[in-house]
């Protein structure tokens, strides 16, 4: 009898096992530009959800030629990727499909997706100025203003040809026209305190030294430094400075996505498009911005209190395909006027 009993327990065990196996076998592949400790967390609730699993592939760049390398053998389903400009790159190269899904077109605002439904917004980020709370007084500020020549010598900013640069000189192309970016950008070049150098958190370390009293930065850096534990020194360099929203009482303060795209040849196309509407639901979208202290996409979902505590601001509109459109004339400006020089 004993004996009969532990037979049918490990029958019954074996059932199990296969039927894990056959969850095992519906899956979908991501690769990734966002650091998997982001991402993970979101993953593990899709799993949790629709028993499919997921596989991780992070990389710092070449996936787009990966994937287009790899053609229609690639076991890439999902990119997830930042800037609309390499988005928009990743659609002209032809590696991305339509998803034509109300779900995301519910919860994505039209201006954080591609028209024709090859990419879409997940969270947003502001280019903002870092202020320094010792000697600047100014409680709201414009881009526009940043060429006044009552700013010379005191701005900090990267290089002129980096995306998160681009994106900020093509909203001025798509708000102002060629002409009047160019002579914005020409007066801000001439009110650098020094030659565009290092990232966006060097910029805020050039404030706190006394090198330029505003910097140029993307809104997560401020959080990124206000809880670095490893490296403590970055806590004073924002304890040193404040969040101006540009813009943010007329046309809105610029800002970027972070945002995913359907592979040509997504394998496992049915899965891939149930992550996508999951992670543009409020569960996910919570999650994905505060993990980088970025804001959701999806109206109704709050940033972080971390994030709420610099303050809210008024984004601006415009569709970031437009300003993705704009990113050439950008960069060609940048070389013209010589941006990278700095003041002479
Ligand atoms: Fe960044």
Known sequence: MRHSFRATVSVAALLLISTSASFAASEVNIYSYRQPFLIEPLLDAFTRETGIRTNLIFAKKGLETRIEAEGEFSPADLLLSTDVGRLQAAKQQGIAQPVPSDILKQNIPAHYRDADDQWFGLTTRARVVYASNERVDADSITYEELADPKWKGRICTRSGQHDYTIGLIASMLVHHGEEETRAWLEGLKANLARRPTGDDRAQVKAVYAGEC???????????????????????????????????????????????????????????????????????????????????????????????????????????????????????????????DAGAE
Do not use: C
């Open 213 to 339: 009293d505003i910097a140029l930065g993307n809104t997560y850096y401020m959080g990124k430094m206000q809880t670095n534990d490893k490296e403590p020194e970055q806590k004073e360099w924002a304890a040193s400075v404040r969040i101006l929203f540009p813009n943010s009482d007329d046309r809105g303060t610029h800002v970027n996505i972070s945002g995913m795209l359907l592979a040509k040849h997504a394998p496992n196309r049915e899965n891939a498009v149930k992550l996508m509407e999951f992670l543009s639901s409020a569960e996910a979208q919570q999650i994905y911005a505060e993990g980088n202290f970025e804001y959701p996409v999806k109206e109704g979902v709050k940033p972080s209190d971390l994030v709420n505590s610099w303050g809210s601001f008024k984004p601006d509109s415009v569709a970031l395909s437009e300003i993705a459109d704009a990113r050439k004339k950008a960069s060609e400006l940048v070389d013209i006027v010589d941006f």
